[in-house]
């Protein structure tokens, strides 16, 4: 009789790919779910069955999730403009609906959700918050607001049925294999041509290798209903910008914006990116996060999980290389 495989969604993001290289490496079967035109041939060269549908869609999912061992939720929306709070809400709460239907549907024995530290919220100070934080319950951050939600669903659905329902709640994710690039990918690349100025605020981040990692303990020993912070090191922004601008062979002055002066900036970048049809280099949104430190603790998936992830440096260093080696810096 044929192994189940593990259903991974957003297996062609950042997070989700390197999960699959780390199932595929421990030999497990691989089911993929690829939105319709996606290019998802890398992931069947690596033995992986794609299936083509979207997390927005409930019966694509269930059709997917059907005899899976466990679904491994990653899809998820990032954003940070208040025109896309229809698209957060659909896949970040709504995605999340459906995988806990389809999850069910098909027979899996766990599903593992991936949130996000913003579904935590920051601190006050610069001292590290572990999954007890309180939550500040500001719905207009768009963003956090609903992986919040979603992470409430899935949390609920844990503690009531048969499936065990897990969250992890990964930092900012970095390293190698990024090509988009993911947000944080894209911020290391700014930093490592040389930014001068960040925001003087203490930041979580994690390796994406490590992020996977954690999402597979989490599946073989998170604990129903829980989740789990994946959070390698929380350290200033200067530090990290610092960094990879030596990684990248670009050391110098690097001045710290005070955290009150974002939201007016926020704003007027938001204005100008606009005039010119550009993403905006800093967002309102962002700009009102920033307002808290982003330290985070992961003694938690540390201890129940046997999590280890690598130092900072180390996945600066890779991350820098490998941005270098694809001619993205």
């Not at 999340?96 to 999850?103: E, T």
């Not at 530290?117 to 601190?123: E, W």
């Not at 390796?207 to 954690?214: N, P, S």
């Not at 999980?305 to 270098?324: N, Q, Y």
Request: charged share 25%; glycine share 12%.
């Amino acid at each position: 009789m044929a192994e189940k495989p593990d259903l991974v969604t957003g297996a062609t993001g950042f997070v989700g790919s390197h999960l699959v290289r780390a199932l595929r490496k421990r030999g497990r079967p691989v089911r993929a779910l690829v939105r319709p035109g996606t290019r998802g041939d890398h992931l069947a060269a690596m033995g992986v069955e794609v299936v083509p549908g979207d997390v927005t869609d409930a019966d694509g999912y269930a059709a997917a999730a059907h005899a899976a061992a466990r679904v491994f939720h990653v899809a998820g929306f990032v954003a940070f403009l208040d025109e896309e709070r229809k698209n957060l809400e659909a896949v970040n709460i709504g995605g999340v609906k459906n995988a806990i239907a389809a999850a069910r549907a098909g027979g899996a024995e766990v599903l593992v959700v991936t949130s996000s530290v913003a579904a935590v919220g920051g601190g006050a100070t610069t001292a590290e918050v572990d999954e007890t934080h309180p939550w500040h319950g500001d719905e207009s951050l768009n963003y956090a607001a609903t992986k919040r939600q979603g992470e409430a669903l899935a949390l609920a659905a844990g503690r009531k049925g048969r499936m065990r329902v897990v969250c992890v709640n990964p930092s900012i994710v970095l390293g190698p294999d990024d090509p988009r690039p993911s947000s944080g990918g894209a911020y290391a690349i700014r930093a490592a041509k040389g930014l001068r100025v960040c925001a003087g605020m203490v930041q979580g981040f994690v390796d994406a290798r490590d992020c996977a990692e954690g999402h597979i303990l989490a599946a073989e020993k998170g604990k129903t209903g829980e989740r789990y912070i994946l959070n390698a090191a929380s350290v200033p922004m200067r530090e990290f910008v610092g960094l990879c601008r030596e990684e990248a062979g670009r050391p110098g002055l690097i001045v710290t914006l005070p955290r009150l002066v974002l939201p007016p900036l926020g704003m007027l970048l938001e204005w100008w990116a606009d005039k010119r049809g550009e993403p905006p280099v800093l967002t309102r949104e962002q700009a009102r996060m920033a307002q808290r430190h982003a330290a985070f603790s992961s003694l938690k998936a540390k201890v129940a999980l046997g999590w280890k992830p690598r130092p900072l440096k180390d996945t600066v260093a890779d991350a820098v290389s490998w941005f270098e080696d694809h001619g993205m810096l």
